[in-house]
């Protein structure tokens, strides 16, 4: 089965400019998170989506918001971006419920702020 | 709030030598425990995972991780290091009243000597 599409893989913006990225789940999955990676602060957690809900978020300021839709996937904005939020974003995808599952991962989206 | 410590931020092993990266964690109960791997500008690949039951899992590629509540550490092993393993692992754990975030260590870079 197909796994976690995560669209564009690549992405250059300019400051103050916005920016939406999009994930697509394995079929079946409820829950999509968002991760961002960067060398310094290495992998956080931004946000949780479960049946369109937002069930848990990080610690990003809140021009990081996302959404998710009927289907599953999600999106997640950043507005007014700044050279700090260059980083490659992650989605997971997971089952969703409470007791335990295992989340896979897309390959990202590669976004740079110049 | 869980955290995570992988105390080796890089690791060299002559190719065919045995491997043990370490994980330590801090939660109050008995969490669920990842490993994972990435390549460079790739997404994370799940090991393996650890939820309940048998303290000892089995993952993909040959990996193995015990998990030991005691010592509040659930460490990566292989017997045999190919040289397609060297990547940069992470160890992560989650809870349930966290739905599914999950919290990253900081990552090991294994790099494998021929």
């Known amino acids: 089965k197909a796994g976690v599409t995560q669209t564009p893989r690549y992405l250059i913006k300019t400051r103050g400019q916005q920016v939406t990225l999009s994930c697509s789940p394995i079929s079946g999955h409820r829950s999509v998170s968002w991760y961002q990676q960067t060398p310094g602060q290495g992998l956080q957690f931004l946000f949780e989506?479960?049946?369109?809900?937002?069930?848990n978020k990080g610690n990003f300021p809140g021009r990081f918001s996302g959404r998710q839709f009927s289907n599953s996937r999600s999106e997640m904005n950043v507005s007014t971006l700044e050279l700090g939020d260059s980083a490659l974003y992650l989605c997971?995808?997971?089952?969703?419920?409470?007791?335990?599952?295992?989340?896979?991962f897309g390959q990202g989206t590669r976004l740079t702020v110049v | 709030a869980q955290s995570v410590t992988q105390p080796d931020i890089h690791i060299t092993v002559s190719e065919g030598a045995s491997l043990e990266l370490r994980c330590n964690y801090s939660y109050g109960a008995t969490p669920y425990l990842f490993w994972y791997v990435q390549s460079p500008g790739q997404g994370l690949q799940l090991l393996l995972k650890y939820f309940s039951g048998d303290t000892l899992v089995q993952g993909i590629k040959g990996f193995e991780a015990e998990f030991k509540r005691s010592q509040s550490s659930f460490n990566l092993r292989k017997p045999s290091v190919h040289w397609s393993d060297a990547a940069e692992y992470f160890c992560a754990v989650g809870a349930p009243e966290y739905g599914n975030k999950l919290v990253f260590g900081a990552g090991t870079i294994l790099r494998v000597k021929s």
């Open positions: 997971a995808s997971s089952l969703g419920g409470l007791e335990g599952t295992e989340a896979f």
């Open positions: 989506y479960f049946s369109e809900t937002q069930r």
